[in-house]
């Protein structure tokens, strides 16, 4: 029987900090099998990922995963909470037994703060955009304490969803090390930098990355920053539809849909859009999130149907992943989905298909993301 | 009182045909003011105009129109019988005495043509993919006669539109020279081309066109053609956009959207896309009509509540033109817009605002296509 443990990742793109925290996770717990719960073309802040879900997939099978499973879109670009709740639902589906992830503050129990908050499912299920400090004042009077880091705050998802869904799924968090998550730069010495540094950077990262990912920087990203070839197609979708037909668009609510819709005719370049756009009320990310829906066309309903109806989609494996899934699969309770055909297209994979056929358009691919693909497979030569 | 002449344009370049025409219309008609009734920065055939509407306008009043209206975007951008009801209703709500109007065979009487054609109101206002066929069989048996030639049937759209809606205007149609409206090749001699080979041309055109336009083509078209920079946004548009949802599209129907939408996955190139697209049932401009619907989102609402609320356009006047609009403004049966604010946009210019902007957008113009724009002033040195 082989041990698995499980890691909740974006990998945009997999740089040295990601093998550091794939290596301890798995010597921490002895396990034969590491599987990787990844986002797919997009990333949490609502912007497309640096390469697309295979680049990504092979970078984490190449520095030694050996499940990649894809978090789908309506869990991977939502707020922290939805994101947490949608990655521990997909890791319970597999049966995985543990979860290992980075956290600014190792000494908190993530598990016994979720515990003390009033258990509030209601509103921590839906946005709301006094949610980080409404959630830090009850945080801080149940327990004392607040969590101002990012890390630590999807930790905290982990744990209310492990409460929430009743999952027999153990958390440990690790200490992070060097780079903090908003670490703009590239550091002097040592050779772990944040996936921003690294994704900002025009300097030479090799220090900083396995091979695998040097070799793909070197290609240049699959796409450019949402800011350029992403906001003519966005501009062009404000301008052509009514600020009816955007208000269903998935958290665009409070009149949001007029005041972007308004921005779009006086602005034209992405950074005085978002000058006019954003609010106090509002965090970047959230409207950064709010304008990817809108440029994908994700309604409430596709949003709301795509999160009742969540699927496994294995993206890669090595050898001792599918030997681990060979075993397990039958005990999968969500379907797997390891091909995707024209039917799941037109069913429940039209959202993720969707999202990744823009993705594929902005990266000019000719080859489509989806149909066509099987789960990429590594060399295992360390096996 | 200054005698007036109607023309009915897309000057998609204004060239030196163009400027015989406008001549001989006010030479035969003996007429003060030449009133152009103009397409706006889109032209029948479904694609955007070489130059938007402001360049355009310029290049008419350069070369002695006196007032330039806009055919709005409902009338301009449909089938022939949809758009000569349209420029024939607009000129009936200026009051134009006469329209000058090239054709093939100037020898045809067309009123009298459209007169023994049983009158099938309903059918002619619909779009119908046998419309061209079926309208030549109903012809030749009620006259013995067949229209082919794109000028002959807009005439006969003419014909019929003053028929229909009781027009006091005359209609002199006037032998087209030269260029046939299909010639694709500049031709080796004389001073006139079609405005397709003028489009087409790599080489020199300064001997077909009028020194107004040759400057404007000195700089470059104002947009790419419809196959290269907007075939991304249509793509995009398709690929985000539900079957459902593309069917409210206005003349989309017999399921051309589940066709088109399925083309848009296949195929990454616009040529290949339209190869997969059309069937003998439907018109490459027919097609192309659609597919630029789409790409603005203009639904059969839309296109319906813009049909029945028609506004007289103002885009440009000479001194004789201004004389004329003072004396006769008061007659015009229809609003007549001379700046565009934003009640007009959200409004009953909701539809015309929409896709100019989109044209703008392509052109890369920080300057909006009507919001802080007055109709442009010749200097009329000739006056």
Not at 76 to 84: C, E, I, R, T, Y
Not at 145 to 172: C, M, Q, S
Not at 358 to 379: F, M, T
């Amino acid at each position: 029987m082989l041990k698995n443990v499980a890691l909740i990742t974006e990998y945009n793109p997999f740089h040295n900090g990601h093998l550091y925290h794939l290596q301890l996770a798995k010597r921490l717990t002895n396990a034969d099998v590491v599987i990787v719960m990844m986002s797919g073309n997009y990333v949490q802040r609502g912007e497309p990922a640096l390469f697309d879900k295979w680049t990504r997939t092979n970078e984490a099978l190449q520095n030694g995963a050996d499940l990649v499973f894809e978090l789908p879109f309506s869990a991977a670009v939502q707020p922290a909470h939805l994101f947490a709740r949608g990655a521990v639902e997909q890791l319970m589906a597999l049966g995985v037994s543990e979860i290992v992830f980075g956290v600014e503050h190792a000494e908190y129990n993530f598990l016994d703060l979720a515990r003390k908050m009033p258990t509030q499912a209601a509103e921590f299920q839906r946005y709301n955009q006094t949610f980080a400090s409404a959630f830090n004042t009850e945080l801080a009077q149940a327990t004392g304490v607040r969590l101002d880091d990012p890390n630590d705050i999807l930790a905290f998802g982990y744990a209310r969803a492990i409460i929430e869904l009743n999952a027999d799924i153990k958390l440990t968090p690790i200490q992070r090390v060097q780079a903090g998550y908003h670490d703009d730069n590239l550091p002097e010495a040592g050779h772990i930098a944040s996936a921003t540094a690294i994704r900002m950077s025009t300097a030479d990262v090799a220090q900083y990355v396995p091979q695998q990912t040097a070799q793909d920087l070197a290609l240049g990203a699959d796409v450019t920053p949402f800011s350029v070839g992403w906001w003519p197609l966005l501009r062009y979708r404000l301008q052509t539809t009514s600020a009816q037909d955007l208000a269903h668009i998935y958290q665009m609510n409070e009149g949001l849909e007029h005041r972007i819709k308004e921005a779009s005719y006086r602005y034209t370049d992405f950074a005085s859009f978002m000058d006019q756009v954003k609010t106090k009320r509002f965090t970047y990310a959230r409207i950064q999130r709010v304008l990817l829906y809108t440029l994908l066309n994700v309604t409430d309903d596709d949003m709301h149907n795509a999160m009742a109806h969540p699927m496994l989609h294995l993206l890669g494996y090595s050898n001792s992943g599918q030997t681990w899934l060979r075993t397990n699969k039958k005990d999968f309770t969500l379907p797997l989905i390891s091909k995707v055909n024209r039917e799941l297209r037109q069913g429940e994979y039209e959202l993720q298909y969707r999202v990744d056929s823009i993705y594929g358009q902005l990266k000019g691919d000719k080859r489509d993301q989806n149909i066509g693909r099987v789960p990429l497979r590594s060399l295992d030569i360390a096996d």
